[in-house]
């Protein structure tokens, strides 16, 4: 305490040097010097320190250090400090920290007792007088003030601020006694220090002593007095923000059980407010209204209708509550016909489960005269019954198909025979087969791509061409032509800013109207071209390099780089040249070799030059051409601009080679399974959604036709190989999937790696995206159906769709390929990727529409590593199932399911096995019938077992 008293000589004897010590130990949270201190102060000291604070409070002095713990420390310092050193109870109540009642009540409630009755009533009353500008800071006055109330036998007046303090204390409450209320990021559970008879103080944890939430409340004094100010009428008004306390499930039902709020009034508003159905969130809370109030059979026998139009309706939250009462309530023949068509045609397992139960013990009930189920259960009509377990046999989950077929033959006993066939749908002994579809591989081909228009000569057609192919489907194209002007000249920087600034005010971003209102305005020449190319050309990283050089071109692809190369050249050029070289001809980008023959022969009887990157993309757009055909390039020439007079540099004699050589090599890739690939840009891309499933892209399959060094302004390594390192890129400008597909159409698996880069990011542009993987012209290899496996399994039903479109039109090309797609599937179900259900759902639709043969391999697959697992995995029964209705037009030599049996002939009746053991069934049915002779009579040749 030396460097106390030597501050005190001098400061003087104003006191402000004690608040001074006082914030310095708040600010530190210390408590163990707190009691040191508050202990060596003396009488006087006391008494000057106390007028200081009551004139200009205690400000909070903050030294080092942020976190939950220390804002804790500092509260409960601070309260203790208040409570010991105020003077008046009213005083205390003003400047207490209120939050340090959810940290240590038990020691306030004992400085508050130790105080006096005098002290502590004051602080009661001044702490309940008046209400809060914030509501929920009101919390801890409850916490103290009730315990404290109980031991004074104080019955304060029901003021405003008693009402805030209550209300915040029951909605604290109910969320603690739900589990979900959070202080500071700590879980709290519903608990209350109470004094004793022998002045002991004793936390009470009401959940770990057996009671209920109704039983809680009782145990306030003011709870009658306060809860009839909480309730409104409407009692459960719709609102926006913050749930009144009224709505509360648990508060509403102990008000209803404490006679306080007419129960009938609540259910029947709870009702009513739900047939209207509003959002989901709101019925999910109804629900839990009604759990509370619990709802049973007399609440809804004068409400079968208003209940049918419910469930029918809502969420399935609604409908959980609802069933078990409705089904209690002595239901009419009709309603019940109708319920079941209801709750079947729902998904809600549970429900059907329930209603399943129930139907059963109907029907034994009318099958039987006297037995224990007509007790409990009503007798329904033999018709009712039958039509209700009519809808279930209707369901794809087998099990419960099986048990509606059994009760239909319990009910049918007795009944004479059908000669059409069984109720239970079953066909009879004799009776013909049925003719199943061809689904194995009847997938009408692919539509024929459309041209793309003809465009002018001269500017007309670079900017007609960059806006049909490098702008579609979106913004990518126009933000890659102004970012490349804005990035790569200084001198145009400031004005090309300004410019596009006005555009996006104008909201006129058109490629073509941009491209042209900037070529009249800025001059572009060739030292800007070669500035902009030697940029590229440094930013790039090399073979070996995982890293771009230059924080501007961050991100930046091989393909990006040349597509911003080539749109400086086609700017220099577009005054001077008849056409694009590049232009597409079709709507996926390829260019024509007749179009690409008829440009060359343009260019020479203009004598025109040819830019270097345009005749590259010309080459690399360019559709498959037989090697013979490349003796119709001769004959003219077309020299390069800006170049010396070197024949191996004319554009005829560089097409020539290319197509004599073969053209464009196809793309190599393979999967990859291991540990993630070296971030390149800090970012974890070297997995997909987290996972080390990955696709290796790694280059040409063989040599170019023509040498990359006749191309000296590419990028360099454009054909080097696509690494990981420059896959799993992302950037701004989007020059990624769609640009990679406008650029290389054959190379169908670089924009598959794009697609799979955007899915991992969880990019909006996903489903989007693999619309352009199913426009590209080349095979599908590892990343393709990679991709398409992602997207089959993705959790939103438009991604499933669009991956479904992709995956027919990638098959109607002759691109798919069944046995990636298993590899694909098995890797993601390596690696927890693959989301069965779903899966097996979207490859469904894809048999349906002819392509079972695609997928088949992948399923049965699937299925037996899913069989070969020692706990069964969610989703294999969604995948047998599908296996189950369509194996009858599987050919025989694909029909075998490995594992199928020996999974079969496990003990248990789960949903998977019961789908297993039908499915090992249905094919040992399939291989009796083709061992059989066919004398079926009007099965037409061809068809399906």
Same mark, same amino acid.
């Given at each position: 305490?030396?460097?106390?008293?030597?501050?005190?000589?001098?400061?003087?004897?104003?006191?402000?040097?004690?608040?001074?010590?006082?914030?310095?130990?708040?600010?530190?949270?210390?408590?163990?010097?707190?009691?040191?201190?508050?202990?060596?102060?003396?009488?006087?000291?006391?008494?000057?320190?106390?007028?200081?604070?009551?004139?200009?409070?205690?400000?909070?002095?903050?030294?080092?250090?942020?976190?939950?713990?220390?804002?804790?420390?500092?509260?409960?310092?601070?309260?203790?400090?208040?409570?010991?050193?105020?003077?008046?109870?009213?005083?205390?109540?003003?400047?207490?920290?209120?939050?340090?009642? #959810?940290?240590?009540?038990?020691?306030?409630?004992?400085?508050?007792?130790?105080?006096?009755?005098?002290?502590?009533?004051?602080?009661?009353?001044?702490?309940?007088?008046?209400?809060?500008?914030?509501?929920?800071?009101?919390?801890?006055?409850?916490?103290?003030?009730?315990?404290?109330?109980?031991?004074?036998?104080?019955?304060?007046?029901?003021?405003?601020?008693?009402?805030?303090?209550?209300?915040?204390?029951?909605?604290?409450?109910?969320?603690?006694?739900?589990?979900?209320?959070?202080?500071?990021?700590?879980?709290?559970?519903?608990?209350?220090?109470?004094?004793? #008879?022998?002045?002991?103080?004793?936390?009470?944890?009401?959940?770990?002593?057996?009671?209920?939430?109704?039983?809680?409340?009782?145990?306030?004094?003011?709870?009658?007095?306060?809860?009839?100010?909480?309730?409104?009428?409407?009692?459960?008004?719709?609102?926006?923000?913050?749930?009144?306390?009224?709505?509360?499930?648990?508060?509403?039902?102990?008000?209803?059980?404490?006679?306080?709020?007419?129960?009938?009034?609540?259910?029947?508003?709870?009702?009513?407010?739900?047939?209207?159905?509003?959002?989901?969130?709101?019925?999910?809370?109804?629900?839990?209204?009604?759990?509370?109030?619990?709802?049973?059979?007399?609440?809804?026998?004068?409400? +079968?209708?208003?209940?049918?139009?419910?469930?029918?309706?809502?969420?399935?939250?609604?409908?959980?509550?609802?069933?078990?009462?409705?089904?209690?309530?002595?239901?009419?023949?009709?309603?019940?016909?109708?319920?079941?068509?209801?709750?079947?045609?729902?998904?809600?397992?549970?429900?059907?489960?329930? =209603?399943?139960?129930?139907?059963?013990?109907?029907?034994?009930?009318?099958?039987?005269?006297?037995?224990?189920?007509?007790?409990?259960?009503?007798?329904?009509?033999?018709?009712?019954?039958?039509?209700?377990?009519?809808?279930?046999?209707?369901?794809?989950?087998?099990?419960?198909?099986?048990?509606?077929?059994?009760?239909?033959?319990?009910?049918?006993?007795?009944?004479?025979?059908?000669?059409?066939?069984?109720?239970?749908?079953?066909?009879?002994?004799?009776?013909?087969?049925?003719?199943?579809?061809?689904?194995?591989?009847?997938?009408?081909?692919?539509?024929?791509?459309?041209?793309?228009?003809?465009?002018?000569?001269?500017?007309?057609?670079?900017?007609?061409?960059?806006?049909?192919?490098?702008?579609?489907?979106?913004?990518?194209?126009?933000?890659?032509?102004?970012?490349?002007?804005?990035?790569?000249?200084?001198?145009?920087?400031?004005?090309?800013?300004?410019?596009?600034?006005?555009?996006?005010?104008?909201?006129?971003?058109?490629?073509?109207?941009?491209?042209?209102?900037?070529?009249?305005?800025?001059?572009?020449?060739?030292?800007?071209?070669?500035?902009?190319?030697? #940029?590229?050309?440094?930013?790039?990283?090399?073979?070996?390099?995982?890293?771009?050089?230059?924080?501007?071109?961050?991100?930046?692809?091989?393909?990006?780089?040349?597509?911003?190369?080539?749109?400086?050249?086609?700017?220099?050029?577009?005054?001077?040249?008849?056409?694009?070289?590049?232009?597409?001809?079709?709507?996926?980008?390829?260019?024509?070799?007749?179009?690409?023959?008829?440009?060359?022969?343009?260019?020479?009887?203009?004598?025109?030059?040819?830019?270097?990157?345009?005749?590259?993309?010309?080459?690399?757009? =360019?559709?498959?051409?037989?090697?013979?055909?490349?003796?119709?390039?001769?004959?003219?020439?077309?020299?390069?601009?800006?170049?010396?007079?070197?024949?191996?540099?004319?554009?005829?004699?560089?097409?020539?080679?290319?197509?004599?050589?073969?053209?464009?090599?196809?793309?190599?890739?393979?999967?990859?399974?291991?540990?993630?690939?070296?971030?390149?840009?800090?970012?974890?891309?070297?997995?997909?959604?987290?996972?080390?499933?990955?696709?290796?892209?790694?280059?040409?399959?063989?040599?170019?036709?023509? +040498?990359?060094?006749?191309?000296?302004?590419?990028?360099?390594?454009?054909?080097?190989?696509?690494?990981?390192?420059?896959? +799993?890129?992302?950037?701004?400008?989007?020059?990624?999937?769609?640009?990679?597909?406008?650029?290389?159409?054959?190379?169908?698996?670089?924009?598959?790696?794009?697609?799979?880069?955007?899915?991992?990011?969880?990019?909006?542009?996903?489903?989007?995206?693999?619309?352009?993987?199913?426009?590209?012209?080349?095979?599908?290899?590892?990343?393709?159906?990679?991709?398409?496996?992602?997207?089959?399994?993705?959790?939103?039903?438009?991604?499933?769709?669009?991956?479904?479109?992709?995956?027919?039109?990638?098959?109607?090309?002759?691109?798919?390929?069944?046995?990636?797609?298993?590899?694909?599937?098995?890797?993601?179900?390596?690696?927890?990727?693959?989301?069965?259900?779903?899966?097996?759902?979207?490859?469904?639709?894809?048999?349906?529409?002819?392509?079972?043969?695609?997928?088949?391999?992948?399923?049965?697959?699937?299925?037996?590593?899913?069989?070969?697992?020692?706990?069964?995995?969610?989703?294999?029964?969604?995948?047998?199932?599908?296996?189950?209705?369509?194996?009858?037009?599987?050919?025989?030599?694909?029909?075998?399911?490995?594992?199928?049996?020996?999974?079969?002939?496990?003990?248990?009746?789960?949903?998977?096995?019961?789908?297993?053991?039908?499915? +090992?069934?249905?094919?040992?049915?399939?291989?009796?019938?083709?061992?059989?002779?066919?004398?079926?009579?009007?099965?037409?040749?061809?068809?399906?077992?």
């Amino acid at each position: 305490m030396e460097c106390r008293a030597l501050t005190r000589g001098e400061a003087g004897m104003d006191g402000q040097w004690l608040v001074d010590e006082l914030a310095d130990l708040v600010a530190r949270g210390d408590g163990a010097a707190f009691d040191t201190w508050l202990a060596a102060l003396s009488s006087d000291e006391r008494v000057r320190l106390a007028v200081v604070l009551d004139a200009s409070g205690m400000p909070r002095r903050q030294v080092g250090g942020y976190g939950r713990d220390l804002y804790n420390r500092q509260d409960l310092v601070e309260a203790r400090a208040v409570l010991e050193l105020a003077e008046t109870g009213r005083s205390a109540a003003k400047r207490l920290p209120w939050d340090a009642a #959810e940290i240590d009540p038990v020691v306030l409630l004992a400085m508050i007792d130790s105080r006096g009755q005098e002290w502590a009533e004051e602080f009661v009353l001044a702490a309940l007088a008046a209400p809060s500008r914030f509501p929920w800071q009101r919390l801890g006055v409850t916490v103290l003030c009730l315990p404290l109330l109980a031991r004074l036998g104080v019955r304060p007046p029901v003021t405003a601020g008693l009402i805030q303090a209550w209300s915040a204390y029951y909605s604290a409450a109910a969320a603690k006694w739900d589990g979900t209320f959070e202080f500071r990021g700590t879980p709290k559970r519903l608990t209350q220090p109470w004094f004793m #008879e022998d002045g002991n103080i004793v936390v009470r944890d009401y959940r770990a002593e057996g009671l209920d939430f109704t039983a809680v409340c009782q145990l306030d004094p003011l709870f009658h007095d306060v809860a009839p100010h909480w309730v409104t009428r409407p009692l459960l008004e719709p609102t926006e923000g913050l749930r009144p306390v009224i709505q509360l499930p648990l508060v509403l039902a102990a008000l209803a059980d404490g006679a306080l709020v007419p129960r009938e009034e609540a259910v029947d508003e709870a009702l009513t407010r739900l047939a209207a159905i509003p959002r989901p969130a709101e019925q999910q809370h109804l629900a839990k209204i009604l759990r509370a109030l619990q709802i049973g059979p007399t609440d809804l026998a004068d409400r +079968h209708a208003l209940a049918l139009s419910i469930i029918s309706a809502g969420h399935g939250s609604v409908s959980a509550v609802l069933l078990g009462p409705l089904l209690e309530s002595r239901l009419a023949d009709e309603d019940l016909e109708e319920l079941a068509l209801v709750v079947f045609a729902r998904k809600e397992k549970k429900q059907r489960t329930q =209603l399943m139960s129930y139907l059963a013990r109907a029907a034994k009930a009318a099958t039987a005269e006297q037995t224990a189920a007509r007790s409990v259960t009503p007798v329904h009509d033999r018709q009712a019954l039958v039509t209700a377990l009519g809808a279930a046999t209707e369901l794809d989950d087998l099990r419960v198909r099986q048990r509606a077929a059994e009760l239909l033959d319990l009910l049918e006993e007795g009944v004479p025979p059908n000669p059409q066939g069984s109720a239970g749908g079953q066909l009879g002994p004799g009776s013909l087969e049925v003719y199943v579809p061809d689904l194995w591989n009847s997938l009408p081909p692919a539509a024929p791509v459309a041209r793309q228009p003809l465009f002018g000569s001269g500017i007309e057609a670079f900017t007609a061409a960059f806006s049909a192919v490098e702008a579609r489907p979106g913004n990518a194209g126009e933000e890659a032509l102004l970012a490349c002007y804005v990035a790569s000249v200084p001198r145009h920087r400031r004005e090309i800013g300004k410019f596009f600034a006005s555009l996006r005010r104008e909201r006129a971003f058109d490629a073509g109207l941009v491209s042209r209102a900037l070529l009249d305005r800025f001059r572009w020449s060739q030292t800007d071209h070669e500035q902009l190319v030697r #940029e590229l050309r440094e930013t790039l990283p090399q073979p070996h390099e995982q890293r771009s050089r230059s924080s501007r071109w961050t991100g930046l692809t091989p393909v990006g780089a040349l597509l911003v190369a080539r749109l400086s050249e086609a700017q220099l050029l577009a005054r001077h040249v008849p056409c694009l070289l590049s232009t597409p001809s079709l709507e996926n980008g390829v260019v024509t070799f007749e179009d690409l023959l008829g440009r060359l022969r343009v260019y020479g009887s203009a004598r025109a030059r040819h830019g270097e990157l345009d005749l590259l993309l010309a080459l690399l757009r =360019l559709e498959p051409v037989p090697p013979a055909r490349a003796a119709e390039l001769t004959g003219f020439a077309v020299p390069r601009a800006n170049a010396p007079r070197d024949t191996r540099l004319d554009a005829v004699a560089l097409a020539r080679a290319w197509v004599s050589g073969g053209g464009l090599p196809p793309l190599r890739s393979e999967f990859w399974v291991g540990p993630p690939v070296p971030d390149p840009y800090g970012r974890n891309m070297g997995r997909i959604q987290g996972t080390p499933t990955v696709v290796r892209v790694s280059g040409p399959a063989a040599a170019l036709p023509v +040498h990359p060094s006749y191309f000296p302004s590419a990028p360099p390594t454009l054909f080097l190989g696509v690494g990981e390192s420059e896959r +799993h890129v992302s950037t701004t400008w989007n020059l990624t999937a769609e640009l990679a597909a406008s650029v290389v159409p054959s190379w169908r698996d670089l924009t598959a790696s794009y697609w799979l880069e955007s899915h991992r990011a969880h990019s909006k542009d996903g489903p989007r995206l693999l619309g352009e993987v199913a426009r590209c012209t080349g095979p599908g290899g590892p990343a393709t159906h990679l991709a398409l496996a992602h997207g089959l399994s993705a959790p939103a039903p438009d991604s499933r769709q669009c991956a479904v479109d992709a995956a027919l039109e990638i098959a109607g090309q002759g691109a798919f390929s069944a046995p990636h797609l298993r590899e694909a599937t098995l890797a993601m179900q390596q690696t927890g990727e693959l989301t069965r259900g779903r899966f097996a759902g979207a490859c469904e639709q894809i048999a349906l529409a002819g392509g079972l043969g695609a997928v088949w391999p992948a399923l049965s697959a699937l299925a037996t590593a899913l069989m070969a697992e020692p706990k069964v995995p969610t989703g294999t029964a969604d995948v047998l199932a599908v296996l189950r209705r369509h194996c009858a037009a599987v050919p025989t030599d694909h029909r075998c399911v490995e594992g199928l049996e020996a999974f079969a002939e496990r003990r248990g009746s789960s949903k998977a096995l019961t789908e297993a053991r039908a499915l +090992h069934a249905a094919l040992a049915d399939l291989a009796l019938a083709d061992a059989a002779p066919r004398t079926a009579r009007g099965v037409p040749s061809g068809a399906g077992s």
